[in-house]
């Protein structure tokens, strides 16, 4: 696994040297100095990203100058150098970031060039919770190297992209949910054995005796006629309850049978044809390409299926839960950034398959805050904390 990524540089990184030929476009933002830089920059940036799925950042470099190539008219970067210094220049730009609007941005700081004569910085900036905007109110996106206001269809869009990204969230918020009973069956063997023992083969038994009683008194010549009349009726008895009893041996068996690796194999290879088809409808009129996030789905949709029943019911669980979600989608359909987010968050799942953690609440802190309300009050944190203790 890769280590945390760089963000200084004694020299000019090789991705800076990069961005500083290939030059100033929608991408890529050029400023000679921090004081350049504002709320409204970095939200038009933030935007920028979040209306492509297909990008993932934009970059801003402070201390950077414009150069035009007079032949050409090709703007390329050249560093200048920051006149108020880096320790400032950094502290501006994290302040400017943290005012835009509803939420931060995500602008992570990369120091370039710290030991040379024109240090400058390279801010990777990345939206959080989109349509982004500044005190004044202006949702604005680049178009080139100008700005303008973004669409009310664009609006729109990112909207629906930012409501299906928490998808992520509230997947790991209930993985711990997904089938409370997974080997439930293979842990309690013994106990289901004797259960059987107890419940159905006894009454067997037991039936058996009644009826070679019943028999036994009809042939008897003392007391026939009584005996034989409180034994059959025993034996009707004993035979209503063992038919009820068959016929609940018969649906537990059927349970069962639900869960054994052959049964759980076809409701797993069913559900990942519903899930390919569902990805199909929702995106094949898509104009940007898809090859690659349609190669990571059918990889996760054609891995082979496992033998061990609880992975199998934890695996059903996972794309039962996509299905949910996506049809809680406007017009029950799933964007594609939803997709990716998706694909993401599976591809992870599959790597280190795992239930999620209990929460567990500061009820110290609350008890403290408010003994009173705590303990009074069924909808309090600790009451409806204890209620998940009892329920358990």
């Known amino acids: 696994m890769s280590g945390p990524k760089p963000s200084r540089y004694q020299e000019i990184s090789a991705e800076a040297q990069q961005m500083l030929?290939?030059?100033?476009?929608?991408?890529?933002?050029?400023?000679?100095?921090?004081?350049?830089?504002?709320?409204?920059?970095?939200?038009?940036?933030?935007?920028?990203?979040?209306?492509?799925?297909?990008?993932?950042?934009?970059?801003?470099?402070?201390?950077?100058?414009?150069?035009?190539?007079?032949?050409?008219?090709?703007?390329?970067?050249?560093?200048?150098?920051?006149?108020?210094?880096?320790?400032?220049?950094?502290?501006?730009?994290?302040?400017?970031?943290?005012?835009?609007?509803?939420?931060?941005?995500?602008?992570?700081?990369?120091?370039?060039?710290?030991?040379?004569?024109?240090?400058?910085?390279?801010?990777?900036?990345?939206?959080?919770?989109?349509?982004?905007?500044?005190?004044?109110?202006?949702?604005?996106?680049?178009q080139g190297r100008s700005t303008r206001a973004l669409t009310d269809d664009e609006l729109l869009r990112v909207y629906l992209d930012r409501e299906a990204g928490s998808f992520a969230a509230r997947f790991r918020q209930t993985s711990d949910e997904l089938r409370s009973a997974v080997g439930a069956i293979s842990g309690q063997?013994?106990?289901?054995?004797?259960?059987?023992?107890?419940?159905?083969?006894?009454?067997?038994?037991?039936?058996?005796?009644?009826?070679?009683?019943?028999?036994?008194?009809?042939?008897?010549?003392?007391?026939?006629?009584?005996?034989?009349?409180?034994?059959?009726?025993?034996?009707?008895?004993e035979v209503s309850n063992v038919q009820q009893?068959?016929?609940?041996?018969?649906?537990?068996?059927?349970?069962?049978?639900?869960?054994?690796?052959?049964?759980?194999a076809i409701q797993l290879t069913k559900i990942r044809r519903k899930v390919w088809w569902n990805f199909t409808v929702d995106t094949w009129q898509h104009t940007s390409t898809l090859d690659q996030l349609e190669q990571r789905l059918r990889a996760l949709l054609s891995r082979e299926i496992s033998i061990d029943a609880a992975f199998s019911s934890w695996e059903i669980g996972l794309w039962e839960d996509v299905l949910e979600v996506r049809m809680a989608q406007p017009r029950q359909r799933a964007t594609q950034k939803w997709w990716r987010a998706t694909i993401k968050t599976l591809e992870e799942y599959f790597g280190s398959p795992s239930y999620g953690a209990p929460d567990l609440p500061d009820l110290r802190t609350a008890l403290k805050a408010d003994l009173d309300h705590e303990l009074d009050d069924p909808e309090s944190e600790t009451r409806q904390f204890e209620a998940l203790l009892k329920d358990s």
């Not at 038994?205 to 034989?228: F, G, H, I, V």
């Not at 009893?245 to 759980?264: C, G, I, W, Y």
């Open 245 to 264: 009893l068959v016929k609940n041996l018969h649906d537990a068996v059927e349970d069962m049978r639900d869960q054994t690796p052959e049964s759980l």
């Open 189 to 237: 063997v013994d106990d289901v054995a004797a259960a059987i023992e107890e419940n159905i083969a006894e009454p067997i038994r037991s039936l058996t005796r009644t009826a070679e009683s019943a028999a036994e008194a009809a042939r008897s010549t003392e007391d026939s006629a009584d005996s034989a009349s409180a034994s059959a009726m025993n034996a009707e008895y």
């Open 21 to 142: 030929v290939l030059g100033e476009s929608g991408r890529f933002e050029f400023k000679r100095d921090v004081d350049a830089v504002s709320v409204k920059l970095l939200a038009t940036l933030a935007n920028w990203v979040a209306l492509d799925p297909d990008r993932e950042v934009a970059h801003l470099l402070v201390g950077v100058d414009e150069i035009e190539d007079p032949a050409t008219g090709l703007v390329a970067g050249e560093p200048c150098g920051l006149a108020k210094g880096l320790d400032k220049a950094v502290a501006r730009i994290q302040d400017l970031a943290s005012k835009t609007r509803p939420v931060p941005v995500d602008a992570f700081i990369i120091e370039e060039n710290v030991s040379g004569e024109k240090p400058f910085v390279r801010v990777e900036v990345r939206p959080t919770m989109p349509p982004h905007f500044d005190d004044e109110g202006r949702r604005q996106t680049r």
